[in-house]
T-cell receptor
């Protein structure tokens, strides 16, 4: 079956770095997405990886290892506004997104 | 970036009535649109995929006669919740992609519509 695993909740300190991991199993693979979702709002796109390696975009970076079925989202210089849920989603061979349950990130001062 | 507008943001209706939610791509042509629902503290659940000019593809367990999807133009898709009941109360979100089949590096999400059925 198809499956996405990511931690339910993480806590980090303002100004620090946090890494949110995601493992996936899909029928075929057409990329791995990370989305940020604040409570009560729709998700916003953060990153897309289809090739192995690290993609850096400002304070956020995303890493993919296709052979390991593994990705992580790295957030640096954490700010209070980064408190949100972070959704990992893998696209299968039919271009359907398989969504993880999301990781709730709590930032403490 | 591309903008997807969803309307209404909030809707409260009586049990048994129908509610229509619109999803518009404002500055691009969306060949494929996706409809999701999300219950509190849960992840997005894909309901259906619609391609312009063709019938929507519904996910297993989603009643197509209850959740009517129309994608009549490249900029508009509608979701109609027919004969709504309290268990249909949820957060409904649409997203759009530029290319057919969802073959894109990015999905553009609407703001979401919160439906409360009394």
């Amino acid at each position: 079956g198809q499956n996405i695993d990511q931690p339910t909740e993480m806590t980090a300190t303002e100004g620090a770095i946090v890494q949110i991991n995601c493992t996936y199993q899909t029928s075929g693979f057409n990329g791995l997405f990370w989305y940020q979702q604040h409570a009560g709002e729709a998700p916003t796109f953060l990153s897309y990886n289809v090739l192995d390696g690290l993609e850096e975009k400002g304070r956020f970076s995303s890493f993919l290892s296709r052979s390991k079925g593994y990705s992580y989202l790295l957030l640096k210089e954490l700010q209070m506004k980064d408190s949100a849920s972070y959704l990992c989603a893998a696209m299968d061979s039919n271009y359907q997104l398989i969504w993880g349950a999301g990781t709730k990130l709590i930032i403490k001062p | 970036g591309a903008v997807v507008s969803q309307h209404p943001s909030w809707v409260i209706c009586k049990s048994g009535t129908s509610v229509k939610i619109e999803c518009r791509s404002l500055d691009f042509q969306a060949t494929t649109m996706f409809w999701y629902r999300q219950f509190p503290k849960q992840s997005l659940m894909l309901m259906a995929t619609s391609n312009e000019g063709s019938k929507a593809t519904y996910e297993q367990g989603v009643e197509k006669d209850k959740f009517l999807i129309n994608h009549a133009s490249l900029t508009l898709s509608t979701l109609t919740v027919t004969s709504a009941h309290p268990e249909d109360s949820s957060f409904y979100i649409c997203s759009a992609s530029r290319l057919a089949g969802g073959d894109t590096g990015e999905l553009f999400f609407g703001e979401g519509s919160r439906l409360t059925v009394l």
